[in-house]
Nanobody, 121 residues
Framework: QVQLVESGGGLGQPGGSLRLSCGAS????????MGWYRQAPGKQRELVAT???????NVADSVKGRFTISRDNAKNPVSLQMHSLKPEDTAVYSC???????????????WGKGTLVTVSS
């Protein structure tokens, strides 16, 4: 069974930096598009950034120039580097991936449970 687990959340200072990673495990044949989403208290979940298997990126205007999404290694296939943090970045950040499992001929979307990022002095 495929699992995604986020790490790297916690308390960040305004103007500071944090790096989130998403680990993948299970019987994975291939990973296609991946992305980070966030949900602040009392708000709907929103897209932060996505990256295709070819490296094409889509970044929300609210984090453009501050956050960078990248694809890493097989065990931790996607990360989110966050700079110039603002209190409004406080949210639960979740990774999502389109994954083809071994023995399966189509992609399925998987979600991690999320990691809390709190930006406060």
């Amino acid at each position: 069974q495929v699992q995604l687990v986020e790490s790297g959340g916690g308390l960040g200072q305004p103007g500071g930096s944090l790096r989130l990673s998403c680990g993948a495990s299970g019987s994975i044949f291939g990973i296609n598009a991946m992305g980070w989403y966030r949900q602040a208290p009392g708000k709907q979940r929103e897209l932060v950034a996505t990256i295709t298997s070819g490296g094409g990126k889509n970044v929300a205007d609210s984090v453009k120039g501050r956050f960078t999404i990248s694809r890493d290694n097989a065990k931790n296939p996607v990360s989110l580097q966050m700079h110039s943090l603002k209190p409004e970045d406080t949210a639960v950040y979740s990774c999502k991936a389109a994954i083809r499992s071994s023995g399966v001929y189509y992609n399925m979307d998987y979600w991690g449970k999320g990691t809390l990022v709190t930006v406060s002095s």
